[in-house]
């Protein structure tokens, strides 16, 4: 997104807050009731506000008075407001209610091994004790069911529309690759790509977990705001490789979660050497970046992890190295990380909000 349709979007976002939510009198992006917003090159406007299921009548007007406010501002050349309703029963028996700690695994740009990270530190949590789930949400490239072992399988239909996860190595996990043909391309965009990261959070039957990471896709667009307006997040943990190229989206990725009011776990830096068979590192991308990074930006680093054969073979095979190879020296790395952010989690903690189920 340029510059411009970055401040239009902030303009956006503004305006459509000055419209009171009819249930908690906050203002529509406050409250958490805007979705999808999705801003053409040519001015073209659309989003949806949600409303809960049972009261759609009460945000006709909410909506009414969202467009006509968005379509006041200058370039905005048309508004679409679509309005939806949300099954709170569905709710109550489906999402992450009954999760003590939803944690974001981010890299704000791709090709990092986010994805490979994301899946052991869920091994590495498992192996701690802790039920575990993990939510891939990298709706245009999900890989949990190759890091899994998991191509072909779908999960099952639970009460109503929900799902139910599927289980592989402790833990349970869903991805919209268990969804889709993975030969299809994933040409999802705006409220198409939204739409499907609000099904994966609010229709899974997940049950009682300890923790369940949520793999983010690459980037800081609409899934990632979407994702942190709908669920209350115990923390982010940002993954990043060495070099400058990699560290300028992670400090875009921290600045988008403290502007968002999500704690920062840490940081890990991934890929961060190679161990010849001699013992001598080679810093193949540089050296020390996330660490230096975490230092500015004021947030914990949580460690270090190397170049290594046997994290990629694994993730190739579809066998975690935290779960197959427990003993193996990067999976210790994975359990360390794990319990420092454990332990960040309770540092960083805030009281729980008060929660009113309509």
Same mark, same amino acid.
């Given at each position: 997104?340029?510059? /411009?349709?970055?401040?239009?979007? *902030? ?23 805007? #979705? ?21 009548? !009460? ?10 406010? $968005?379509?006041?501002? *200058? ?41 490979? $990270?994301? $899946? ?27 890091? @899994?072992?998991?191509? %072909?399988?779908?999960?099952? /239909? ?22 889709? +043909? ?6 999802? =965009? %705006? ?7 609000? /099904?994966?959070?609010? *229709?899974?039957?997940?049950? +009682? ?7 983010? &896709? ?8 979407? @994702?942190?307006? =709908?669920?209350? @997040? ?7 490789? &060495?070099?400058?190229?990699?560290? #300028?989206? $992670?400090? =875009?990725?921290?600045?988008?979660? +403290? ?9 890990? !830096? ?23 990074? #975490?230092? /500015? ?34 999976? =210790?790395?994975?359990? !360390? ?22």
């Amino acid at each position: 997104m340029n510059n /411009q349709l970055a401040r239009l979007k *902030e303009q956006i976002e503004k305006r459509l807050d000055t419209v009171k939510d009819p249930v908690s009198g906050k203002g529509l992006m406050s409250a958490g009731r805007i #979705a999808g917003l999705n801003i053409g090159d040519d001015g073209k406007v659309s989003f949806t506000i949600e409303a809960p299921a049972g009261i759609a009548s !009460e945000y006709a007007h909410a909506r009414d008075k969202g467009e006509a406010a $968005v379509h006041e501002i *200058e370039g905005v050349s048309a508004v679409l407001a679509v309005l939806t309703t949300h099954d709170a029963k569905l709710a109550s028996a489906a999402g992450i209610g009954r999760v003590k700690h939803v944690v974001a695994v981010a890299s704000a740009k791709g090709g990092v091994g986010k994805s490979t $990270v994301a $899946v052991n530190l869920a091994c590495a949590f498992a192996s701690l004790g802790m039920k575990t789930g993990l939510l891939d949400l990298d709706v245009y490239g999900p890989s949990a069911p190759t890091l @899994l072992g998991l191509q %072909g399988k779908k999960p099952s /239909q639970g009460q109503g529309k929900s799902l139910l996860p599927l289980e592989a190595y402790n833990l349970k996990t869903m991805s919209i690759g268990y969804l889709v +043909d993975p030969g299809s391309p994933m040409i999802w =965009r %705006g409220a198409m790509a939204t739409s499907a990261v609000r /099904q994966m959070i609010d *229709e899974v039957m997940w049950g +009682d977990l300890d923790v369940l990471l949520l793999d983010l &896709p690459p980037g800081t667009g609409d899934v990632q705001l979407t @994702l942190v307006q =709908r669920v209350p @997040l115990a923390g982010a943990i940002i993954v990043s490789t &060495p070099q400058e190229m990699a560290l #300028a989206d $992670v400090r =875009r990725g921290i600045s988008m979660f +403290d502007k968002t009011h999500a704690p920062i776990l840490g940081v890990i !830096e991934n890929m961060a050497y190679y161990e010849t068979p001699d013992g001598h590192r080679v810093h193949i991308f540089g050296e020390g970046g996330a660490r230096r990074t #975490a230092d /500015q930006a004021g947030v914990p680093f949580l460690g270090e992890i190397p170049i290594d054969v046997a994290l990629r073979e694994s993730a190739d095979a579809g066998a975690p190295l935290s779960a197959t190879q427990p003993d193996h020296p990067i999976s =210790r790395r994975f359990r !360390e990380i794990a319990e420092a952010a454990l332990a960040n989690i309770t540092r960083l903690a805030k009281p729980a909000p008060s929660i009113k189920v309509i």
